[in-house]
């Protein structure tokens, strides 16, 4: 295992303040957070980097790997700095999101899941962002919720992750 995929000592205390949320004998509920903190730290989760996180939770790789893959928030491949994820779901399709997804590939050049050549940027399709309203919706490295995002809130976005 190289070096760039374990968990670091500082990942390792942010775990651990997860764990004391659940019973000591279920530390395996810790996994999305343990995951979110080791990609947080790397950018991505590599195969090793995820065994590291099932060894220190003393769980299966497999169930790891489950968790990992059965999510979108999880990056299995190297992604741009920033991940920018827009809801294409029928309601977010029905008022503007298809249209900002496709803005943004035409603006980035890059299709779903590519990384524009500079290494700024990654757009994925996402599911229901729980914000119908707000349409179209995106988020930005699983943390940041953009609401109503027209051509120029798109334009002053990429502009501001510069």
């Not at 670091?8 to 995951?35: G, N």
């Not at 779901?89 to 999101?97: D, E, I, K, T, V």
Request: overall charge negative; some cysteine; proline content about 4%.
């Amino acid at each position: 295992m190289s070096a760039t995929a374990q968990l670091s000592d500082a990942a390792k205390r942010k775990i651990d303040r997860e764990l004391t949320k659940y019973p000591a004998d279920q530390k395996q509920s810790a996994v999305m957070s343990a995951l979110a903190i080791a990609q947080d730290e790397h950018g991505w989760l590599p195969n090793e980097l995820m065994e590291d996180v099932a060894r220190y939770l003393g769980m299966p790789s497999v169930a790891v790997y489950e968790v990992a893959t059965f999510y979108n928030m999880y990056n299995l491949k190297p992604m741009g700095k920033h991940k920018i994820t827009v809801c294409t779901n029928l309601p977010c399709a029905l008022s503007g999101g298809v249209d900002a997804a496709e803005y943004l590939k035409q603006r980035l050049g890059v299709g779903w899941k590519e990384m524009t050549a500079d290494g700024r940027f990654t757009i994925v399709e996402g599911e229901c962002m729980g914000a119908c309203g707000d349409a179209p919706v995106l988020i930005v490295n699983n943390k940041r919720m953009c609401s109503f995002m027209s051509q120029d809130k798109l334009d002053q976005l990429i502009e501001e992750l510069k």
